[in-house]
């Protein structure tokens, strides 16, 4: 069994930064790829970025250059550093163990002025 939990959201102003974090609990964090999503008000989730276990990152493009994603497996913890906010990055961000139905239960970001 898997647990997930994200923190870090909160509101914030256009071209500011949030750091999200999600920590895992239970064995063999270190072996899983992990993902971040976001699904806005009425919208689809989506992926909004990925690390392998091996540390290798690949990105959504409407994101690529501002958000960063990086994992500590030594606090079974993911991250999401998000630099250069947008309005339309307001979302419900949600952490994934990937090909698994292991998600935490969200934090919400807004950007607005």
């Known amino acids: 069994q898997v647990q997930l939990v994200e923190s870090g959201g909160g509101l914030v102003q256009p071209g500011g930064s949030l750091r999200l974090s999600c920590a895992a609990s239970?064995?063999?964090?270190?072996?899983?790829?992990m993902a971040w999503y976001r699904q806005a008000p009425g919208k689809r989730r989506d992926l909004v970025a990925m690390?392998?276990?091996?540390?290798?990152?690949n990105y959504a493009d409407s994101v690529k250059g501002r958000f960063t994603i990086s994992r500590d497996n030594a606090k079974n913890t993911v991250y999401l550093q998000m630099n250069s906010l947008k309005p339309e990055d307001t979302a419900m961000y949600y952490c994934?163990?990937?090909?698994?139905?292991?998600w935490g239960q969200g934090t919400q970001v807004t950007v607005s002025s």
């Open positions: 994934n163990v990937v090909r698994t139905l292991y």
């Open positions: 239970g064995s063999g964090f270190s072996i899983n790829d």
């Open positions: 690390i392998t276990s091996g540390g290798r990152v």
